[in-house]
C-alpha cells in the first residue's frame, strides 16, 4: 500500500531519504491529478529511483498545485528525472537452484501435477534479486533499503522484501517447506538473515524493505523461519546470529505501545501482546491505517465499527487472535533456540512466558459457545481502573472470520507433553469450522461478509489455507487429518487451474470457483506470486498427490465440506 503520513513523519532518520519520500508524495499527488484515479496505482510511484539531484527534481515537478500536468508534460518529467520503479533491485540467479532438485517432492506420482510443480518451483528464478549496488552507495536516491543478501519478492507491484509473505517463501509448513522444498537451503538462509539485518537496524522487522516502511511491522514470524530453516540444515551457528535479534524483536512486541493487560472473570491478570498504541481522540486515521497494515489483513471488515466505511478503522483497539498466536510461537521458538546454544536460563523465562500466554489467549479469546477464538475490542472510552481492563464476555467479536482458527497452528509446534488444543478440543473447532460457512468450493474464505476490501469473502489467503490446515493436520485426529487434506487438495486445484488459464500463480483467489482468481482491494491483482508458490509446494510434500488422482477442478473424492455449509 501507499504509504502514510506517520511514513513521512517516522523514517529512518536520514535527512535525503526524508527529503526523497516527500517529493515522491507530491509526485504522486499530481500523477493522481493527471491520470485521474481508474488504474491508478500510488505505490508506483513512491517506489521510483531518483536519476539526478532531488531539488532540480523537486523544482522542476509540473503542476503543484496549479493546473494539473498533462499525461504527456508528467511523463517526461519522470523520464527524465527518475529510473523505472524496481530498477534498483537486479535479478539474480540463485546459485542453489536447480531445475529438479534430487528428492524433490517424492510423493507427488501424478506427471502433470509433477510438471506443474516444476513450473512454480521454477518461479524462485523469476522472484529472485538482489538490491543494486547503487542504493547503498546513494541511499537518498532510493525509498528501497540495502539489504547484505539476496532476497525473492512476492511479484508484480510488490517489488521488496515483505515480512510475512518471506515465511511462507521459505519454509511453509512444518517440517521444512517452500523454499526448503526446493532445497534451496542458501537462499533461504539469506532471506532471514535480510530480515535479521532490519532488526539490528530497526529494532525490527519491517512491513517490507522500503524507507517509507519503517514506521510499523507486519505480523511477527521470523523466529518461524529460523526454526525451519534450522530443522532442514542443523545449523546451530545460524541461530546464533539470529538469537539476539530475535529477543530484539520480542521486546518491541512487548513495548507500551503492543501492551494492554486484562483482568479475566477469575480476578487474574494477563498480558496479551497486540496492537495498541493509544486510545486517546487524537488518533489519526492514517494511524489507524498503519496499524491495519502492520496484521498483514489490509484492509477487512474484522477491523471496523462499520464494515461499510473504512473511516472506522480501529486496529488499536483490538487485541487479535492471529498475534498472539504468533508471539505465543515466537516465545516458543526462543526457548527451543536459547537451549541449544546454552542460554538455559533464557530458555526458561520463555517458556514460563508462552505458558502464560497460553492461558491468556484460552481465557480471554476462547469462546465455549462458538468453541472458535475470538478477537477482543477493547472499549474506545478508554474504561479501564489502573491500566488494566475488565473482562466482559460481550467484548468478543462474534464475527466469523478465518483467524478465529488460527491458534490450531500450534498444534505443529507446542513442545509440551499436550497440545495446544487437545484432540477433543481439536474435534471441536473442526465441527466448529465446519459449520462457520468459511468452507467453499475451492477453499477457506477469509470472512463471511463481501465489502469489496480483500482480506474478506469471497477472497482465500495462501497464509490462511496453510495456518488453519497444518493445525488440523497435527491434531492427533483422523478425521480433522482428512479435512486437513480436502481443504489443499481444493487449493491445489484453484492454483493449478488459475496457472493454466493465466500462466501466472495469483496472490489471491475467488473459493467460490476453482481456478479464479481474487479481487477486491486498493490495487488490481498480483501475479508471481511468493507465498501462494510456496503453500502450494508445502501442501504437495506434506500430502503427495497420487498418479491418478484429479488435478482439474473436480469434486471426485473431496470430504467434509460440501454438507458443511448448510449445517
Not at 534479486?129 to 507491484?157: I, N, Q
Not at 468452507?439 to 496453510?466: E, K, M, R, Y
Request: hydrophobic share 40%; aromatic share 10%; with cysteine.
Amino acid at each position: 500500500m501507499a504509504p502514510t503520513p506517520a511514513a513521512v513523519a517516522g523514517g529512518s532518520g536520514d535527512e535525503g531519504a526524508s527529503a526523497l519520500l516527500e517529493l515522491l508524495l507530491r509526485v504522486q499527488s499530481e500523477a493522481l491529478r493527471a491520470l485521474g484515479p481508474d488504474g491508478f496505482d500510488p505505490k508506483l510511484y513512491v517506489d521510483l529511483p531518483l536519476a539526478a539531484d532531488e531539488r532540480a527534481a523537486a523544482a522542476a515537478l509540473p503542476g503543484q498545485g496549479q493546473a494539473p500536468p498533462s499525461r504527456e508534460e508528467l511523463e517526461s518529467y519522470l523520464a527524465r528525472y527518475f529510473g523505472a520503479a524496481g530498477s534498483d533491485l537486479v535479478a539474480a540467479d540463485p546459485l542453489d537452484f536447480e531445475a529438479e532438485p534430487r528428492g524433490f517432492l517424492p510423493r507427488v506420482e501424478s506427471p502433470e501435477a509433477r510438471a506443474w510443480a516444476l513450473e512454480v518451483h521454477a518461479l524462485w528464478k523469476d522472484l529472485a534479486r538482489r538490491v543494486a549496488r547503487g542504493v547503498e552507495e546513494r541511499p537518498d536516491r532510493h525509498t528501497l533499503l540495502p539489504l547484505p543478501g539476496g532476497v525473492v519478492v512476492p511479484g508484480s507491484r510488490f517489488r521488496e522484501v515483505y515480512y510475512w509473505d518471506s515465511y511462507w517463501v521459505v519454509s511453509g509448513m512444518a517440517q521444512c517447506r517452500g523454499l526448503l522444498v526446493s532445497k534451496m537451503y542458501d537462499t533461504a538462509k539469506d532471506i532471514v538473515l535480510n530480515l535479521v539485518h532490519l532488526v539490528k537496524k530497526y529494532g525490527f522487522v519491517l512491513n517490507g524493505a522500503r524507507s517509507y516502511y519503517t514506521n510499523r511491522s507486519q505480523p511477527p514470524l521470523l523466529s518461524s523461519m529460523v526454526l525451519e530453516v534450522y530443522r532442514a540444515t542443523g545449523d546451530v551457528e545460524f541461530v546464533r546470529k539470529a538469537f539476539h535479534s530475535l529477543l530484539k524483536e520480542h521486546s518491541f512486541w512487548m513495548s507500551d505501545i503492543h501492551n494492554v493487560a486484562i483482568r479475566d472473570n477469575y480476578g487474574q491478570d494477563e498480558e496479551l501482546a497486540s496492537k495498541i498504541n493509544s486510545i486517546a481522540d487524537k488518533e489519526k486515521l492514517y494511524h489507524q491505517i498503519a496499524s491495519t497494515a502492520e496484521s498483514g489483513w489490509d484492509f477487512s471488515s474484522r477491523w471496523m465499527r462499520n464494515s461499510t466505511d473504512m473511516t472506522t478503522l480501529a486496529t488499536t483497539y483490538i487485541i487479535p487472535v492471529d498475534l498472539n498466536t504468533f508471539i505465543f510461537k515466537m516465545e516458543q521458538d526462543i526457548a527451543a533456540f536459547a537451549k541449544i546454544i546454552g542460554e538455559n536460563a533464557t530458555s526458561e523465562k520463555f517458556l514460563e512466558a508462552s505458558k502464560a500466554r497460553h492461558i491468556a489467549i484460552d481465557s480471554i479469546l476462547w469462546n465455549s459457545e462458538m468453541e472458535q477464538w475470538l478477537d477482543y475490542w477493547l472499549p474506545t472510552d478508554g474504561d479501564c481502573q489502573q491500566g488494566v481492563y475488565q473482562w466482559k464476555s460481550d467484548s468478543q467479536n462474534c464475527k466469523i472470520f478465518a483467524s478465529n482458527f488460527f491458534p490450531l497452528w500450534l498444534n505443529a509446534y507446542h513442545s509440551g507433553s499436550v497440545k495446544f488444543a487437545d484432540t477433543a478440543k481439536s474435534e471441536k473447532v473442526m465441527a466448529s469450522l465446519q459449520k462457520s460457512g468459511l468452507l467453499c468450493a475451492a477453499g477457506i474464505a477469509t470472512s463471511l461478509t463481501n465489502t469489496s476490501q480483500q482480506w474478506d469473502f469471497p477472497n482465500g489467503w495462501a497464509p490462511v489455507q496453510h495456518l488453519i490446515a497444518e493445525g488440523l493436520l497435527h491434531s492427533g485426529s483422523e478425521e480433522v487429518i482428512k479435512l486437513a487434506e480436502d481443504i489443499a487438495t481444493r487449493w491445489v486445484r484453484t492454483n493449478y487451474a488459475a496457472f493454466k488459464a493465466t500462466g501466472a500463480m495469483h496472490e489471491k483467489y475467488d473459493v467460490e470457483a476453482c481456478g479464479k482468481s481474487g479481487g477486491g482491494g486498493e490495487y488490481k491483482p498480483q501475479t508471481g506470486f511468493g507465498w501462494s508458490n510456496g503453500v502450494v509446494l508445502s501442501f504437495l510434500e506434506e500430502f503427495g498427490w497420487p498418479k491418478h488422482k484429479e488435478i482439474n477442478c473436480s469434486r471426485q473424492g473431496e470430504v467434509g465440506l460440501a454438507g458443511a455449509q448448510s449445517g
